[in-house]
């Protein structure tokens, strides 16, 4: 497997990150080629280090030793055979599966009773945005199966009394500017199936970068008039379990460092 950074990250929702931070492990590699992607060194590009199953499950246990409030797997799946492996003994804290949603329903039923917490995103309820931006037509279907088979493992959120989530499944959204339809209908697809059995994040930190600069409709930034009317849209659809952003989420100074920081080489 190959990782780029394993560390406490404190800028995921705050039932993920909580007081301590999140223990997060990025992977490199990705089963789509989104052409926004603000962690394209490592989606994309390769950068990071090859570990193995000890030095995984060596990372998992100095990240919980370091008072995470869980281990946070993201863009995993992968890596699913050698991850399985890892957590054949479960660990003392909460594992959160931190994906882009695109995954079969047989893959997230291998995860039951090894994952407590999938962190799916719903990019795109529409063909025409998957298929131009991330290479997956289907997506929106695949999604949806994926996300209805999280659900039936990890049951309706659970939060221990500092409100730290402890199982359930927060889809998130990222707001695309020039596609509020796009983001339109992920909302209405989500308030019909899964409203109630899940908890919503609606993101606004869209960045154009890399290879979004050559698509005109995506290659600036969100506005915060866009952002607002979706915040609109998803509370007039009853959708109230769950996050907005504040302005300033869109700051290059979130991404991590992909500089091998926490990984176990070898």
Excluded at 212 to 224: F, K, N, V
Excluded at 242 to 257: K, L, N
């Amino acid at each position: 497997m190959r990782v780029a950074r394993a560390a406490l990250h404190h800028w995921e929702e705050p039932c993920i990150s909580g007081t301590r931070g999140s223990g997060t492990i990025f992977f490199s590699g990705c089963a789509l080629g989104c052409v926004y992607c603000q962690n394209a060194a490592i989606s994309q590009e390769g950068s990071g280090a090859l570990v193995s199953a000890q030095g995984l499950r060596g990372m998992m246990e100095e990240l919980a030793a370091q008072g995470a409030h869980n281990v946070n797997l993201v863009t995993p799946s992968h890596f699913l055979p050698g991850i399985l492996e890892v957590l054949a003994e479960p660990l003392p804290i909460p594992v959160v599966w931190n994906s882009g949603g695109y995954e079969l329903p047989e893959s997230v039923e291998a995860l039951r009773g090894k994952v407590h917490i999938f962190l799916p995103d719903w990019k795109y309820a529409l063909e025409e945005p998957a298929s131009l931006y991330s290479h997956a037509p289907d997506y929106p279907e695949v999604a949806m199966k994926a996300i209805e088979a999280m659900i039936g493992i990890a049951g309706e959120p659970v939060f221990d009394g500092e409100g730290i989530m402890l199982s359930g499944v927060l889809v998130r959204h990222l707001v695309l500017p020039g596609h509020l339809s796009n983001t339109r209908s992920v909302v209405d697809a989500f308030a019909e199936r899964f409203r109630g059995r899940a908890l919503f994040s609606l993101m606004g930190q869209y960045l154009p970068v890399g290879g979004a600069m050559g698509h005109p409709r995506i290659a600036r930034r969100l506005t915060r008039r866009e952002y607002e009317s979706a915040v609109d849209y998803m509370f007039a659809k009853g959708i109230e379990d769950g996050f907005v952003q504040e302005a300033g989420a869109d700051d290059v100074s979130y991404v991590p460092a992909f500089d091998l920081t926490g990984v176990l080489e070898g």
